[in-house]
C-alpha cells in the first residue's frame, strides 16, 4: 500500500512571494490534515479535511494560508505572501478511522 | 498552550539497556494516546497507541502505560538498538475537537552502541 505522498520536499522563497505544497494520502482515507512543524516543538494542526469538507481551521492564518481537497482525494496547502516565521516542515497526514494518523515526508520550506 | 508536554529533549541509552520516555498531558477529556517515532528528513511514523481505557499496552520491545490520575504516560523499549535512534513524539487526541491531535515536543533518543 502506497503512502501519503507530498511535493515538493524543499522550498526556498523569498519573504512576500507564493509558495503551493501538494498531498495525495493514502488511498481510501477519507481523513486528511495539514499540519506545521516549526523546529524544535512537535506538529501543530493547520487544517483538517473530512473527503472534501473542512472539519477544523480553526489555527489556519486565513490572511495567508489557503487549502483545497476540492475531489477529496489530493489537496493543496497554500500560502500567499510567505513570511519568515512560515519556514517549518508541512507535514500532511491521512487517516481511515481517525484514530491513527499516518503521515507523508513533508515539505521543508525554508523563507529568506 | 502546550497541552501535551514532552519535558526531555534528549536521552542518551546504553544499547541493550531500557529506554523510558515520558510524557505529561493536562486535558483529562483526552481518551487516545499515541507514540510516533521521526527519522531526520522523514514524516513521523506511527509506533504504538493506547486507549484511555487502558493502562498499557505492548508490542514487541515496545510497551505503553498510560497513568490516568497522574495525566502521565510513558513509553518503555526493551532492550534499546541503535536502530532506535530517533525523535519520539507523544499525541493525544481530543474526542471533541473531531479527534483532533495534540502532539508534545519530541524526545530525541540516542542509543549507544
Known amino acids: 500500500e502506497a503512502g501519503v505522498a507530498q511535493s515538493p520536499r524543499y522550498k526556498i522563497i523569498e519573504k512576500r512571494q507564493s509558495v503551493a505544497f501538494w498531498c495525495n494520502p493514502i488511498?481510501?482515507?477519507?481523513?486528511l490534515y495539514w499540519y506545521q512543524q516549526i523546529l524544535g516543538q512537535g506538529p501543530k494542526l493547520l487544517i483538517q479535511?473530512?473527503?472534501?469538507?473542512?472539519?477544523?481551521d480553526s489555527q489556519l492564518p486565513k490572511d495567508r494560508f489557503s487549502a483545497e481537497r476540492l475531489k477529496g482525494v489530493d489537496s493543496t496547502l497554500k500560502i500567499q505572501p510567505a513570511k519568515l516565521e512560515d519556514s517549518a516542515v508541512y507535514l500532511c497526514?491521512?487517516?481511515?478511522?481517525?484514530?491513527?494518523?499516518?503521515f507523508g515526508p513533508g515539505t521543508r520550506l525554508t523563507v529568506l | 498552550d502546550q497541552q501535551v508536554k514532552q519535558n526531555s529533549p534528549s536521552l542518551s541509552v546504553q544499547e541493550g539497556r531500557i529506554s523510558i520516555l515520558n510524557c505529561d498531558y493536562t486535558?483529562?477529556?483526552?481518551?487516545?494516546f499515541l507514540w510516533y517515532k521521526k527519522y531526520p528528513a522523514e514524516g513521523p511514523t506511527f509506533l504504538i497507541s493506547?486507549?484511555?481505557?487502558?493502562d498499557k499496552n505492548e508490542d514487541g520491545r515496545f510497551t505503553v502505560f498510560l497513568n490516568k490520575s497522574a495525566k502521565h504516560l510513558s513509553l518503555h523499549i526493551v532492550p534499546s538498538q541503535p536502530g532506535d535512534s530517533a525523535v519520539y513524539f507523544c499525541?493525544?487526541?481530543?474526542?471533541?475537537?473531531?479527534?483532533?491531535?495534540?502532539f508534545g515536543t519530541g524526545t530525541s533518543l540516542t542509543v549507544i552502541p
Open positions: 497526514a491521512s487517516s481511515s478511522t481517525g484514530d491513527t494518523q499516518y
Open positions: 486535558n483529562s477529556m483526552f481518551d487516545y
Open positions: 488511498s481510501g482515507h477519507a481523513t
Open positions: 499525541a493525544a487526541s481530543d474526542p471533541f475537537t473531531g479527534n483532533q491531535f495534540y
Open positions: 479535511f473530512q473527503n472534501n469538507g473542512v472539519v477544523d
Open positions: 493506547i486507549s484511555s481505557i487502558k
